[in-house]
Every structure is written in C-alpha cells, then in structure tokens.
C-alpha cells in the first residue's frame, strides 16, 4: 500500500480545501488532514509531526506549505515526499507584517468575513465560472475557523522563518506547484523554490490562481498522481 499521505490546508481552510484530492486518493491510501495548531509555524509543525505516521508524502498549501518546509527541516528523515503548493519559503517582509495589523483590529472587530473577501480579490483567483463558488467556500471555511483563529494564524505568519536554506539542503523529492494566475505567490517565486531543491519538479496548474485544489481539481490530481507513484528522475 503507498505511503500515507498528509495534506496541510493553507490560512483559515479546513479540510474541504482538499475535498477533491481527498475523494480521489483516500481509496488506495490513508489521507490526513493536519490542523493547523500552536502559537508559531515551528509550533504548528511539530503538532503534526506528532500526530503523523512514522513516514509519509506530505503535500501543504499556503501557509501550509509554509509548515511543510519547517517539518522538512525539522524531521526530514519521515517525509518520503513533499509538494509545495502557492506558498512561499521568504520570511514575512515589514511591509506585509505590518498590513496584517489592521487586519487583525477588523477581525477582532468582528469584520472577518469582511477582511477575508478584501485580502482574497487582488490576488487569490484566476478568473472564470468557478471563481465565485471557490470564494463562497472560502467565506464559509473562515467563518467555520473564527476570528482566533485568523488572529493566531496571522501572527505566526509575521514571525515566519526564512526557509531557503532548508530547501537548498533537502534531499526530499518535492514538487513545487503553482497556479499561474496566483499573484500572491507568484511563478518566479515557485522557479526559485525549485531552482533551490536538488531533486524537484516544478508544475504549472493553468486557469488557475491560489487554489489549484478548487479551482482545477482534475489537473491538480493528475500531477499528484503522476509524483506520488511514479519514480523521479535525480536532476
């Protein structure tokens, strides 16, 4: 039987950010869906690693690629197989720390669904007929996480590590992925990514923006499918 196979939803997603690759790999291996739990990324990741198999593929999206890459460096002897999905390894700039405080009065002001909706339209989705339910379940996760939640997340989003030297020491196979209408993580971020990685592939979802899992379900599964079972060529 492969290898189980944990998914780490992104800020303020529970598991129906993954219900599609869920459905499509939970019949020929065990899928997890890992909370994300503790005051800071490091906290989060270790909470994961305790409640992990002894090994596994791990696939995060967002800020839960970001945990992926600190359970990387943390235990990489456990993790078989990485994605990395519209996330990015950067630690948070001061402008963008910054902007996450207003942010953070508003939702404590009990503004959340109204700051999710303004930090989602500049950057989140490509454009087309799925764009407005993708949105509708976002909305309906964030509220589900509450405001706690959002303000946790987001600090631990401030105080994030650079991981670059993380990813230029693995020696996981990772799959770097990325929608290419995400302008919050964008392409070159993702090239970068895999340029650093000695054993990566990097994968494109078209039509598709911060949430490939989503928005292009199918393409997403495909690629999973062809890294999870096949064997990879060592760049």
Known sequence: MPEPLVLIPGMMCDARL???QIVAFSADRSVHVAPLVGGSISAMA???LLGAPKRFSVLGLSMGGIVAMEMMNKDPGRISRAVLMDTNPLPETPQNAAEREPQ????RNGRLIEVMRDMMKPAYLAPGPQRMDVLSLMMDMAEAMGPECFVNQSRALQRRPDQQRT???TQIPTLVACGEHDTLCPLKRHEMMA???PNSVL???RDAGHLPTLEQPMAVNEALRAFLDQPLVLR
């Not at 953070?104 to 939702?107: A, D, L, N």
């Open 18 to 20: 993954y219900w599609p």
């Open 46 to 48: 270790q909470n994961i």
């Open 104 to 107: 953070i009065i508003g939702v």
């Open 167 to 169: 990813l230029s020491q």
């Open 195 to 197: 340029e650093l990685i």
């Open 203 to 205: 994968h494109i979802f």
